[in-house]
């Protein structure tokens, strides 16, 4: 079973900066089946990024996802008040694996 | 507009059962396969069990088997979740998300609170 492991645990920057998070795989990533979500208190999951680098209906292009095997990477180019959230990584396919989340709080 | 509602959740006994239903509307239900993930408070995301369109094939993650059963009635356009033999640590909200045929899950309920306790 593929884990995913996120870094860092908890990012602290200001709006006007640029986010760089991390999701490494135990194991290769097949076809690049990854995706990134983001989650604000109270709501459900938001797809922001699937196939690793594919944005989702609607997302802003500020948010861009690379990667691939068993490194991926969502880029935030400029933070906006409104992105400061958790943010989790998934590996999908027949069955899915989530990474634990990294936290993006305001500095 | 995509709308996936969420019921049946509440308060439980450790060993009891519980069935979670999934109300979805504005797209073609019988097109796509769905999810069930859950988020046990104050935790992350975590997958419980996938169904194929047609309800042919079901994944589970491995402290659900035997214990969990997704399903689907395309006429009702309805996905559900039974739960058997409940633990306190299957306390979570739980989610139901469509599932995009090029992969994640773009739509996701509300969240149903399911809490285990004596």
């Known amino acids: 079973e593929i884990v995913l492991t996120q870094s860092p645990g908890t990012l602290s920057l200001s709006p006007g900066e640029r986010a760089t998070l991390s999701c490494r795989a135990s194991?290769?990533?097949?076809?690049?089946?990854l995706a990134w979500y983001q989650q604000k208190p109270g709501q459900a999951p938001r797809l922001l990024i699937y196939?690793?680098?594919s944005r989702a209906t609607g997302i802003p292009d500020r948010f861009s996802g690379s990667g691939s095997g068993t490194d991926f990477t969502l880029t935030i180019s400029r933070l906006e008040p409104e992105d400061f959230a958790v943010y989790y990584c998934q590996r999908y396919g027949l069955s899915h694996t989530f990474g634990q989340g990294t936290k993006l709080e305001i500095k | 507009e995509v709308q996936l509602v969420e019921s049946g959740g509440g308060l439980v006994q450790p060993g009891g059962s519980l069935r979670l239903s999934c109300a979805a509307s504005g797209f073609t239900f019988s097109s796509f396969w769905m999810s069930w993930v859950r988020q046990a408070p104050g935790k992350g995301l975590e997958w419980v069990a996938n169904?194929?369109?047609?309800?042919?094939?079901?994944y589970y993650v491995d402290s659900v088997k035997g214990r969990f059963t997704i399903s689907r009635d395309s006429a009702k356009n309805s996905l559900f979740l039974q739960m058997n033999s409940v633990r306190a640590d299957d306390t979570a909200v739980y989610y139901c998300a469509r599932k995009r045929q090029l992969g994640g899950n773009d739509y996701w309920g509300q969240g149903a609170l399911v809490t285990v306790s004596s």
């Open positions: 196939g690793a680098s």
């Open positions: 169904i194929k369109q047609d309800g042919s094939e079901k």
């Open positions: 194991q290769s990533v097949s076809s690049g089946y």
